[in-house]
């Protein structure tokens, strides 16, 4: 019973096998970038983004159909493009980060609506929207595993800056020319998980396997290191039962593995030793 | 030998002038407070210095310091202090121009950490993440990481603003330290009795230099009124200052 719950749907299917490692993958690259995302307090930077990507990844599906490489390279550039031109904005006019971010990413979105919607089948857009973790093929697989060790290695380089920057921006300006890269290079990562996420969870999807395992370690750990193993167990565990979800009951597995994270989410909110409802309600002093 | 020169130098943002014309040496190895009424463009002052915002006009000598040999502390700085970090961690930063972005920390680095925490009371606190510290524990922080940047310029921007009075003592006595240790250090500061009784040398300002010596000489009714005229005009839109201008006459 357990066995055909549990482990037969991975035994005997090669396509839910490729699933699970290709959303542990994911999940080994973006969780660690949104742990950051969340302490920069950046959330919702990377859903902001995780829109922008969408033409980019449409004209690479236009040019040579449901290729991975095609559609990694568009998601990039063109969430690299929204990044720099936010950017830009922020530091040339009197618009904050914040409103040339929207701005951007909405005519980016707009766009690429429509060159699916003129080009393609509503199947096309669904496919880009929410993914297709279940039709993962060998070479999306390399990539995803690409990205996500490149991540780890930049992240590693990057540590002490990305940190400094989160906690005291202004020293950090101070000290060294770093803060300005530091902040692209963060972006550029961002941009490059949710490419990597979307090929699995779809666009609308990616941003969730970031965000909401980093948000639900954060009620259960005060440091980094503690969060981000916390919230990549959190991820794995909501990758299982997502695609274990969507094989018994036929839910989209990208939306699926999101409800099963917001779940750990929901209990952690409740429980967390650290600041969840309870722990701040009972186990700490009030202050008045 | 002068550590800082003002010539006719006018700060400000967007154009609009906080400090005019000001022209004034800040010695080597002095010990100088910066007083002035409220908006007389002492925190610019100190932005100016530090190299956060550049002159509209004249210019800001720093002899023999490049921009990374000053240590500055904000006045409202940019510290999220939620964010999860001990209170060893956030000192070691202040050895930012010894290991840099990817340097590695060694024996004698850590040394040097736990000393700038011993030297301001913080022993035993090593651990504790800086969410869960005082605001005066969280001042004494902050001078622990001034104190590892071992600059030769101080700039401290009302470092003893809302600290309670055991905080502020202990932290002066640091001041001092860098004082007699040659260095240069320059504090913009609200506590008068303070001032007179801890800083040999006093620079007032009221956008313009009201006058710079010995605190002594500085520090004087005339002279507070004398500020306080000098901004009240420049605040005041023209027709106001016409009004007054009339009313006095």
């Not at chain 1, 749907?9 to 699970?20: Q, S, T, V, Y």
């Not at chain 1, 005519?107 to 080009?119: D, H, K, P, W």
């Not at chain 1, 396997?209 to 969060?227: K, N, Q």
């Not at chain 2, 330290?177 to 303070?194: I, K, N, S």
Request: charge should be negative.
């Amino acid at each position: 019973m357990i066995w055909d719950f549990l482990i037969a749907p991975f035994a005997e299917f090669g396509f839910m096998r490729r699933a699970l490692i290709g959303s542990l993958a994911i999940c080994i690259g973006s969780v660690p970038v949104g742990v950051f995302l969340l302490l920069r307090r950046m959330s919702l930077t990377g859903d902001a983004m995780a829109h922008a990507i969408l033409p980019g990844a449409a004209i690479g599906f236009l040019i040579s159909g449901l290729s991975v490489m095609a559609m990694t390279i568009g998601g990039i550039l063109a969430g690299l493009l929204v990044a720099l031109l936010a950017g830009l904005v922020t530091r040339g006019t009197a618009l904050k980060e914040d409103a040339s971010l929207a701005a951007f990413y909405l005519i980016s979105l707009a766009f690429g609506v429509s060159l699916i919607a003129m080009n393609g089948s509503t199947v096309d857009v669904f496919h880009v929207l929410f993914g297709s973790v279940l039709a993962l093929n060998t070479a999306a697989l390399v990539l995803l595993a690409t990205i996500s060790s490149m991540t780890l290695v930049a992240l590693a380089i990057f540590y002490r800056p990305l940190a400094l920057e989160c906690v005291d921006p202004g020293f950090l300006r101070s000290v060294s020319g770093f803060s300005a890269y530091t902040h692209f290079a963060f972006l550029a990562l961002v941009v490059l998980n949710l490419v990597a996420g979307f090929q699995a969870l779809g666009t609308l999807m990616s941003v969730g396997i970031m965000i909401v395992p980093a948000a639900a370690a954060r009620l259960w750990s005060t440091a980094i290191t503690g969060m981000i193993l916390t919230a990549v167990i959190f991820a794995f565990a909501s990758c299982i039962a997502g695609l274990l979800l969507s094989f018994h009951v036929s839910v989209p597995t990208g939306p699926a593995i999101i409800i099963s994270a917001g779940a750990i989410y929901v209990v952690s909110v409740v429980f967390g030793s650290e600041g969840g409802l309870i722990s701040s309600r009972f186990l700490q002093p009030q202050q008045s | 030998m002068s550590a800082i020169e003002f010539d006719t130098v006018t700060l400000g943002y967007d154009n609009i002038a906080a400090i005019r014309n000001l022209s004034a040496t800040i010695l080597q190895g002095s010990l100088t407070a910066i007083v002035g009424p409220n908006g007389a463009g002492k925190s610019t002052l100190l932005r100016g210095i530090e190299g956060e915002i550049v002159p509209l006009s004249g210019r800001i000598q720093c002899q023999s310091t490049p921009m990374h040999n000053i240590a500055y502390l904000p006045q409202a700085n940019t510290i999220d202090r939620s964010f999860p970090i001990s209170v060893e961690e956030f000192v070691a930063m202040g050895l930012w121009q010894s290991i840099g972005a990817f340097g590695g920390v060694s024996k004698y680095d850590r040394h040097q950490v736990s000393d700038a925490i011993h030297a301001v009371g913080l022993n035993g606190l090593e651990r504790r993440q800086i969410s869960r510290l005082s605001g005066g524990q969280m001042q004494r922080v902050l001078f622990a990481r001034l104190l590892l940047q071992d600059a030769s310029l101080v700039l401290l921007d009302e470092p003893f603003t809302a600290i309670d009075a055991k905080t502020t003592a202990d932290l002066l006595i640091i001041v001092k330290r860098w004082h007699e240790e040659g260095r240069t250090v320059v504090a913009v500061l609200h506590d008068h009795d303070l001032v007179r009784e801890h800083f040999p040398t006093t620079l007032m300002i009221a956008r313009d230099l009201v006058e710079h010596g010995k605190t002594a000489d500085v520090m004087t009714a005339e002279n507070f009124m004398r500020a306080r005229q000098m901004c009240e005009a420049c605040d005041s839109p023209p027709e106001a200052c016409d009004h007054k201008g009339i009313v006095a006459a």
